[in-house]
């Protein structure tokens, strides 16, 4: 079996090291290419993090601005490592955001500390969960049997082991990935057929 | 690309639900920042736990309120600004069924008033002469004292509610307190939960005081699960008084025999959810 340390894609090496390369020799094109191959992975883990889509949408902008100052000025230490390089950046730039945000907030009472991700989720997000839940219903009610519902529920909901489940409803792990697999890939198909979503409030 | 190990381990589900260690997640951030297939995952992982959620959020509005009889949701509305509504609520769940039953009693009675029933039974059908049979709603008596023990019965029940109800209302003595501290053995390996509590005969409520460990979060949700593992009840944006504690107020009609659990989870203003805790108890009849 793989293990964690060969998640990076094979070829991605490659790819990563000619980028900063060609970027480095002042090739426009490549930073075009540097762009469009890691904006979306970068935008999903901002806003994963920030929990602000505009703020992410910021932070990712200032993240490629500064990767491709250093690459064309003096490219950077494992140009294989490319990837790395741009979500630590990113990182960092996030918590400076965070730490700026925190002392600007120091001495400030209980009723001005930061809300929660989502207390009060708007109109559009109220809909947009609400064509989500109707989808998972769909999914829900063409799923085999309702063991297989409940491993969904135990598993995304009441958030248990995928050891504990199998042992406790007798299932090989090969039928509970079967069962997430299939249900992921029903989401996702009706996700493709209701068309693009529009983008997430925050 | 060697997706195995993702697969096999739900790297991207658990990513989703914030169950990486540190270093798992930075490099599947690594990985996923060019690879669209994993992000298509991320992204319909991220949708069907949103929506199972939801989906689970209203399965438990719709069994509290069946299993509570109304009564929790009215409490709760009772303490708030919709009380008005709240009282509304319960006079139409209150009286609606009786209203209904009267109005049946009272059509009934007319019938039977209007068609009076012979004393003396029906002669026997002469073969010469055959008599049509008599239609079957001529005798309506049976059905109205059925229906006279239904109202009753109703009466019955919109008292007792209206009793719990005004109990709800009234300032509660000796509510049931559990503190509850977090348990420290490694998930799925729970042992028998230490804290025991027993359910009186009639409804009332019970505090669960749960003492929040490990780091400070601004916000906190809670998830109550019942002895079947599913999620019984649960709240979001919870704080942690000055004392460190976090406390519930539960209507006992949420329990039943059997072994509980709250997961307590951390909602870190830039961050995913975190579990923080996980506390148990047993209820016994």
């Given amino acids: 079996m793989a293990t964690p340390e060969t998640l990076l894609e094979p070829g991605e090496e490659e790819i990563a090291a000619g980028l900063v390369r060609r970027i480095g020799e002042g090739d426009t094109r490549a930073e075009g290419e540097l762009v469009e191959r890691y904006s979306r992975g970068l935008l999903y883990m901002l806003r994963r993090r920030a929990g602000d889509p505009a703020l992410a949408d910021d932070l990712h902008q200032e993240t490629f601005r500064i990767v491709l100052e250093r690459l064309r000025r003096q490219g950077i230490e494992d140009p294989a490592r490319l990837s790395g390089f741009i979500l630590q950046t990113a990182r960092n730039l996030f918590l400076g955001d965070y730490r700026k945000k925190t002392r600007r907030g120091e001495g400030h009472d209980v009723e001005e500390s930061p809300e929660p991700a989502d207390p009060a989720p708007g109109q559009l997000t109220g809909v947009l969960r609400r064509e989500e839940a109707a989808r998972v219903r769909q999914v829900l009610a063409e799923m085999g049997t309702d063991r297989d519902r409940q491993i969904l529920f135990r598993f995304y909901i009441a958030e248990e082991d995928k050891e504990a489940i199998c042992a406790d409803l007798g299932l090989s792990s090969l039928h509970f990935n079967r069962v997430l697999f299939r249900a992921r890939e029903r989401f996702k198909s009706l996700m493709t057929r209701a068309g693009p979503a529009p983008e997430r409030p925050g | ?285």
């Fill in chain 2, 1 to 285: 690309m060697d997706h195995s190990y993702i697969d096999e381990q739900q790297v991207a589900e658990r990513y989703v639900l914030g169950q990486l260690s540190q270093e798992e997640a930075d490099l599947f951030e690594e990985h996923y920042l060019h690879c669209t297939q994993c992000l298509d995952r991320l992204e319909a992982a991220e949708g069907l736990q949103r929506g199972l959620e939801r989906v689970a959020e209203e399965e438990v509005a719709r069994a509290v309120v069946a299993r509570a009889g109304v009564l929790a949701a009215v409490g709760r509305l009772l303490r708030s600004r919709q009380a008005p509504l709240a009282v509304t609520l319960l006079l139409l769940v209150a009286l609606l069924p009786s209203g209904l039953l009267l109005w049946r009693v009272n059509d009934l009675e007319q019938a039977v008033e209007s068609r009076p029933v012979s004393s003396t039974p029906a002669p026997s059908p002469s073969p010469a002469t055959p008599t049509p049979p008599l239609p079957p709603a001529v005798d309506l008596r049976p059905e109205l004292e059925a229906v006279r023990g239904e109202l009753a019965e109703e009466r019955r029940r919109s008292e007792e509610l209206a009793g719990e109800l005004s109990r709800a209302r009234e300032p509660q003595v000796n509510v049931p307190i559990l503190t509850l501290a977090p348990e420290r053995s490694a998930p799925g390996q729970e042992d028998e939960p230490t804290h025991r509590v027993s359910l009186a005969a009639s409804p009332e409520w019970i505090v669960l005081a749960l003492e929040v460990g490990g780091p400070d979060h601004p916000f906190y949700r809670a998830v109550l699960t019942g002895p079947d593992r599913q999620p019984v009840w649960q709240a979001s944006g919870l704080q942690a008084d000055a004392t460190g504690l976090i406390t519930l107020s539960l209507p006992t009609s949420l329990l039943r025999a059997g072994d509980f659990a709250v997961r307590l989870e951390g909602m870190p203003a830039a961050a995913s959810p975190v579990t923080v805790a996980r506390f148990s108890f047993r209820v016994t009849p």
